[in-house]
């Protein structure tokens, strides 16, 4: 992939992030973007999100099922410490 594709990626990813922002920060939690490479979007959940036995759920079911829908290219979604 190229270095300009890999970085408007990484600019799409943010925008659908800051679209489910809100949500996350309704529950005093919070996403911050790690990296995306190779259709593999890198995330630390911090706040409560980042200690919420449901993390994995609201990463997998939430997250990842925005990303992939509206970022052409994200394969997957994996959650980094």
Known sequence: MS?????????????????LRPFL??????VELVDVE???V?????GACGSCP?????LKAGIERALVEE???IQEVVQVF
């Not at 920060?25 to 919070?30: E, F, K, L, P, T």
């Not at 890198?42 to 911090?46: D, G």
């Open 42 to 46: 890198k995330l630390k959940l911090v």
């Open 3 to 19: 270095e300009n594709a890999q970085s408007t990626m990484y600019d799409e990813v943010l925008d659908v992030l800051d679209k």
């Open 25 to 30: 920060q309704r529950d005093g939690g919070d």
């Open 38 to 40: 190779d259709g593999i």
């Open 54 to 58: 449901s993390s994995t759920i609201t």
């Open 71 to 73: 970022v052409e290219g």
